[in-house]
Nanobody, 122 residues
């Protein structure tokens, strides 16, 4: 069982930056791949970024590639998402998720945080 708590959301102007963090409970954090998803109003939850258990591999949605960076600290049980050059279309609730390996389908992930809202104004 893994419990996930996101933090770092808020309001930012287009072109600005934010850093999201996700704190995980339990001693087995390093056995899970971690992912960030987002859900905009009226849209389905979509994959944003994923990182392997060791942190050695990362994956990004095309829409955020080059602007977002996912990282993890297995000693501190945390995963982060650095978001630069934010755009209004990045506005969404962002969720942290965990499963054994990275997949892009949200419904295949096992554990979820409650989400944190990011609003990007134009």
């Amino acid at each position: 069982q893994v419990q996930l708590v996101e933090s770092g959301g808020g309001l930012v102007q287009a072109g600005g930056s934010l850093r999201l963090s996700c704190a995980a409970s339990g001693r087995t954090f390093s056995t899970y791949a971690m992912g960030w998803f987002r859900q905009a109003p009226g849209k389905e939850r979509e994959f944003v970024a994923g990182i392997s258990r060791s942190g050695g591999s990362t994956y990004y949605a095309d829409s955020v590639k080059g602007r977002f960076t996912i990282s993890r600290d297995n000693a501190r049980n945390t995963v982060s998402l650095q978001m630069n050059n934010l755009k209004p279309e990045d506005t969404a609730v962002y969720y942290c998720a965990a499963r054994i390996s990275i997949v892009v389908l949200a419904n295949l992930w096992d554990y979820w945080g409650k989400g944190t809202l990011i609003t990007v104004s134009s």
